[in-house]
């Protein structure tokens, strides 16, 4: 008990001191103080994410560097990781992280290619509302996964069904699609989860 009384006596022994010197300090000064304190947490907040964004920066320049060859030569699958990244990308990091990879890795090199369809930008509305809906989900990782690559899916088709004439091919397209997203969350999702938590 008179330890517990004794870390309240220096607490509040060094509030007051601090709240002395604070209150002799400069209008600008304080400013300055505060203007230091601020950018001391956020220099915190950053240390401890610089993997995280680093792995952040390394995947969305090697997906941009697919998309853009998927879009250059014309390759009628959609084998990019794009989907797949995203929702490893929104549990992990967060939404507001997808939306710029989303922009940065699947919308910019599709414009840089000269393929570009005006289509995409439905398909990277359709992604975003997935990883929307996937934030309120707690199930297993690849439960979870097969579920959201199922709705992307039948949402491409449904849309590609609308705006395109051929639903056969467009269904064995997406079908491949499906595939392959698939494949990515079976083998490479859990380990690059547990890479951006570290």
């Known amino acids: 008990m008179k330890k517990v009384s004794r870390n309240i006596d220096y607490i509040y022994f060094f509030t007051i001191k601090f709240m002395s010197l604070f209150?002799?300090?400069e209008k600008s000064d304080i400013k300055y103080l505060l203007l230091f304190f601020a950018v001391t947490l956020l220099l915190f907040l950053l240390i401890k994410k610089i993997p995280s964004i680093l792995i952040f920066i390394g995947l969305?320049?090697?997906t941009g560097l697919i998309v853009?060859?998927?879009?250059?030569?014309?390759i009628p699958v959609d084998f990019t990781p794009v989907f797949f990244l995203s929702i490893i990308i929104t549990s992990t990091l967060g939404f507001g992280?997808?939306?710029l990879f989303v922009i940065l890795a699947g919308f910019i090199p599709g414009i840089f290619s000269g393929d570009f369809k005006p289509s995409v930008f439905v398909y990277l509305i359709i992604n975003l509302l997935v990883n929307l809906a996937s934030i309120p989900l707690n199930l297993n990782f690849i439960t979870e996964s097969i579920i959201l690559s199922f709705l992307y899916g039948g949402l491409v088709v449904i849309i590609r069904s609308i705006t395109e004439s051929d639903f056969g091919q467009e269904l064995f397209v997406n079908l491949i699609t499906f595939g392959i997203n698939i494949f990515?969350?079976?083998k490479l999702g859990e380990a690059l989860i547990s890479i951006f938590q570290v």
Do not use: G, I, P, V
């Open 23 to 25: 209150m002799k300090l």
């Open 97 to 99: 992280y997808t939306f």
């Open 184 to 186: 990515y969350f079976w």
């Open 60 to 62: 969305t320049l090697l």
């Open 68 to 74: 853009f060859l998927n879009y250059f030569l014309q």
